[in-house]
């Protein structure tokens, strides 16, 4: 969530223009019934280093493996893939405009949601 609110004050034009290119890329595969974790991880990971904290980017980088594997677990149906992508969606457009507590909101909401998706064992 700290990330999301940092990139929402300090993202650049091209990075908003990054993660924009890959939320239609992932909406695309959503709309198509595929699988979409390679888009999410990337969006992640994007919006991390849009964050331009370095902590930040490199603790995301360092833990990408855990990420790719708890994207497979949350992102195993169509209707989760739908909401991951309009959750994405929504924080995008907080960092679009610059309101860095609606990110921040937004973000902690989309993560304890993935968590709920996670196998309890």
Same mark, same amino acid.
């Given at each position: 969530?700290?990330?999301?609110?940092?990139?929402?004050?300090?993202?650049?034009?091209?990075?908003?223009?990054?993660?924009?290119?890959?939320?239609?890329?992932?909406?695309?595969?959503?709309?198509?019934?595929?699988?979409?974790?390679?888009?999410?991880?990337?969006?992640?990971?994007?919006?991390?280093?849009?964050? &331009?904290?370095? $902590?930040?980017?490199?603790?995301?980088?360092?833990? @990408? =493996? #855990?990420?790719? %594997?708890?994207?497979?677990?949350? *992102?195993?149906?169509?209707?989760?893939?739908?909401?991951?992508?309009?959750? &994405?969606?929504? $924080?995008?457009?907080?960092?679009?405009?610059?309101? @860095? =507590? #609606?990110?921040? %909101?937004?973000?902690?909401?989309? *993560?304890?949601?993935?968590?709920?998706?996670?196998?309890?064992?």
């Amino acid at each position: 969530p700290y990330g999301a609110a940092q990139a929402a004050k300090l993202a650049t034009e091209a990075e908003i223009k990054t993660l924009q290119e890959i939320l239609e890329v992932q909406k695309t595969a959503v709309e198509n019934n595929q699988m979409s974790e390679e888009m999410s991880f990337e969006f992640h990971l994007r919006l991390m280093q849009a964050s &331009h904290n370095e $902590v930040i980017a490199t603790v995301s980088l360092f833990l @990408s =493996e #855990l990420q790719r %594997q708890s994207r497979h677990l949350t *992102l195993w149906n169509k209707e989760r893939r739908e909401d991951a992508y309009c959750e &994405h969606k929504k $924080v995008f457009e907080a960092i679009k405009n610059h309101d @860095s =507590e #609606l990110a921040f %909101q937004i973000m902690k909401n989309h *993560l304890l949601e993935a968590k709920e998706q996670l196998p309890r064992e």
